[in-house]
C-alpha cells in the first residue's frame, strides 16, 4: 500500500493503544502514538522510492564507518590490555577472532555477489516485509522490565504488525512466514493507489479500532 496509507493506519494502531490506555487506567499507552507510526513505515526502509529507503545508504554510510572506528579503537584497547597484564599475546588473539568476523560482514556488505546471493535479505518486501522484525521486537519488549519502554516496543511492533497486515492485502502480498516459506502471502488482490486501497485501509483501520475494547483492561 502506499506510504500515506501505512502512516494513516499506524496512526490509527497507536490511537487503539491510548483508548486501551484510557479504559485501563494506564495513561502511559498513549506513548505508543509515537512508535506505532514509526513501525508503520519501518517495513518500507527497503524500498528507495521511500523517504527511510533514500536516508538508508546514508544511514549504512555512518554505521559502516562508525563499525571501523569501532574496530580500530578495540584492537588498541585490546592491546593495551594486554601489555597492563603482560599478557599481550593471548589479548591479540582475542581481539583478532572477535574483529575479523565484523571486518568480514563489512565487506560483505559491499561485495556485489554477496548482494546477489543474499538478495533476499536487501530487495523490497524482503527480510524486511517477514514476522522476524516485528517478533523480535516483542521478544525485546517481554525482556524489558521498564514500562515506557515496553509500551514504546510494543507500539513499534504493533505499527509493525499493521504495515504487514495491509500489505498482505495487495496484490504482491508479504513472505511472512520466512524463513519457513519465501512464498508472498496475499489475502486479497488490492491494487495500490485505488479507490479499493483507501476502503479496505479504512475498514482495516476501523477493526484495529475495535480491538481495545475486546482485550480485558
Given at each position: 500500500?502506499?506510504?500515506?496509507?501505512?502512516?494513516?493506519?499506524?496512526?490509527?494502531?497507536?490511537?487503539?493503544?491510548?483508548?486501551?490506555?484510557?479504559?485501563?487506567?494506564?495513561?502511559?499507552?498513549?506513548?505508543?502514538?509515537?512508535?506505532?507510526?514509526?513501525?508503520?513505515?519501518?517495513?518500507?526502509?527497503?524500498?528507495?522510492?521511500?523517504?527511510?529507503?533514500?536516508?538508508?545508504?546514508?544511514?549504512?554510510?555512518?554505521?559502516?564507518?562508525?563499525?571501523?572506528?569501532?574496530?580500530?579503537?578495540?584492537f588498541l584497547l585490546f592491546i593495551m590490555i594486554g601489555f597492563s597484564q603482560g599478557?599481550?599475546?593471548?589479548?591479540?588473539?582475542?581481539?583478532?577472532?572477535?574483529?575479523?568476523?565484523?571486518?568480514?560482514?563489512?565487506?560483505?556488505?559491499?561485495?556485489?555477489?554477496?548482494?546477489?546471493?543474499?538478495?533476499?535479505f536487501i530487495k523490497h518486501r524482503g527480510i524486511m516485509h517477514t514476522l522476524i522484525v516485528?517478533?523480535?521486537?516483542?521478544?525485546?519488549?517481554?525482556?524489558?522490565?521498564?514500562?515506557?519502554?515496553?509500551?514504546?516496543?510494543?507500539?513499534?511492533?504493533?505499527?509493525?504488525?499493521?504495515?504487514?497486515?495491509?500489505?498482505?492485502?495487495?496484490?504482491?502480498?508479504?513472505?511472512?512466514?520466512?524463513?519457513?516459506?519465501?512464498?508472498?502471502?496475499?489475502?486479497?488482490?488490492?491494487?495500490?493507489?485505488?479507490?479499493?486501497?483507501?476502503?479496505?485501509?479504512?475498514?482495516?483501520?476501523?477493526?484495529?479500532?475495535?480491538?481495545?475494547?475486546?482485550?480485558?483492561?
Open positions: 500500500m502506499m506510504g500515506k496509507t501505512h502512516k494513516t493506519i499506524g496512526i490509527i494502531t497507536g490511537l487503539a493503544f491510548s483508548i486501551y490506555g484510557v479504559l485501563s487506567g494506564n495513561s502511559l499507552y498513549t506513548l505508543a502514538l509515537v512508535t506505532a507510526p514509526l513501525g508503520a513505515m519501518l517495513p518500507d526502509i527497503d524500498h528507495n522510492s521511500t523517504k527511510l529507503g533514500r536516508a538508508r545508504k546514508a544511514i549504512f554510510g555512518l554505521i559502516e564507518k562508525a563499525v571501523l572506528l569501532s574496530i580500530v579503537i578495540a599478557l599481550i599475546f593471548i589479548y591479540m588473539v582475542k581481539a583478532i577472532f572477535i574483529i575479523i568476523p565484523i571486518i568480514v560482514c563489512v565487506i560483505c556488505s559491499q561485495s556485489e555477489w554477496a548482494r546477489k546471493k543474499f538478495k533476499f516485528p517478533l523480535t521486537i516483542l521478544i525485546g519488549a517481554k525482556m524489558n522490565s521498564y514500562q515506557v519502554m515496553n509500551i514504546l516496543l510494543l507500539g513499534l511492533a504493533a505499527g509493525y504488525l499493521s504495515h504487514l497486515v495491509a500489505d498482505c492485502l495487495t496484490h504482491d502480498g508479504c513472505p511472512i512466514l520466512y524463513p519457513l516459506s519465501k512464498t508472498s502471502i496475499h489475502l486479497m488482490n488490492i491494487k495500490t493507489n485505488t479507490v479499493k486501497e483507501y476502503i479496505v485501509a479504512f475498514l482495516l483501520s476501523g477493526g484495529i479500532i475495535c480491538i481495545p475494547f475486546l482485550l480485558p483492561h
